[in-house]
């Protein structure tokens, strides 16, 4: 079983704690973490994109000008999409870009995810992560005494509203609850920061 030093809000190590080979100990599937990050990705799309096709923009019914003698290209309207304003050709529409993944690649790629941030020691376990006030200057000071630096994923069992305010003005700093990982956080953060008393949670959830 992967073990992990067990630090304090004060960045001291204060014991040990062992994760669970069944969500932190997997071989790592990369298949699976590409599909759901790619997954991931195409669902936030919002899709709203669009432009006019030449039966949408205005004018063009009549033909620009005679079919001979002017030396000319030979032209039957106005709104075609080689004209200044006119139609674009394969106009992009407004469409869903959503499409549904497997549960069972879903719950692999999250724990390939975990077992990754294990492997290269980028998980740091806090025994009791709670702010008594919103502050982040001292959130901050908390992450740089546990060695997190650059982006970052903290972790709760539950909701924590000042965590939550006191992280939200830190650049690359996320801040999520036990039961609503997805594989995309997790690898876009550098350091996976998690409060103890979540991992149970973690465990029973995605095990």
Do not use: W
């Not at 100990?25 to 790619?38: M, R």
């Not at 994109?49 to 030449?54: C, E, I, V």
């Not at 499409?99 to 290269?120: G, H, Q, T, V």
């Amino acid at each position: 079983m992967p073990a992990n030093k067990l630090y304090n809000m004060q960045g001291s190590v204060v014991g040990e704690v062992t994760l669970s080979d069944e969500v932190f100990g997997v071989e790592p599937n990369i298949t699976a973490i590409h599909a759901a990050v790619k997954n991931h990705l195409a669902n936030k799309r919002q899709g709203t994109q669009s432009a006019l096709t030449r039966a949408e923009v205005r004018g063009g019914g009549a033909k620009p000008y005679r079919q001979k003698g002017t030396g000319r290209a030979r032209q039957g309207s106005r709104s075609v999409p080689h004209y200044t304003h006119g139609g674009v050709a394969f106009a992009p529409k407004p469409r869903d870009y959503r499409y549904p993944l497997n549960k069972k690649l879903k719950r692999l790629a999250l724990k390939s995810a975990l077992s990754l941030k294990a492997a290269e020691d980028k998980i740091i376990v806090i025994d009791g992560l709670k702010m008594d006030e919103i502050k982040t200057k001292e959130f901050r000071a908390f992450l740089e005494a546990c060695g997190v630096t650059g982006k970052a994923l903290i972790v709760t069992p539950e909701k924590s509203d000042n965590v939550i305010l006191s992280a939200r003005n830190l650049p690359g700093v996320k801040t999520t609850f036990a039961t609503l990982l997805n594989t995309y956080d997790i690898m876009d953060a550098r350091t996976f920061v998690v409060d103890k008393a979540a991992l149970p949670l973690i465990e029973e959830v995605y095990a």
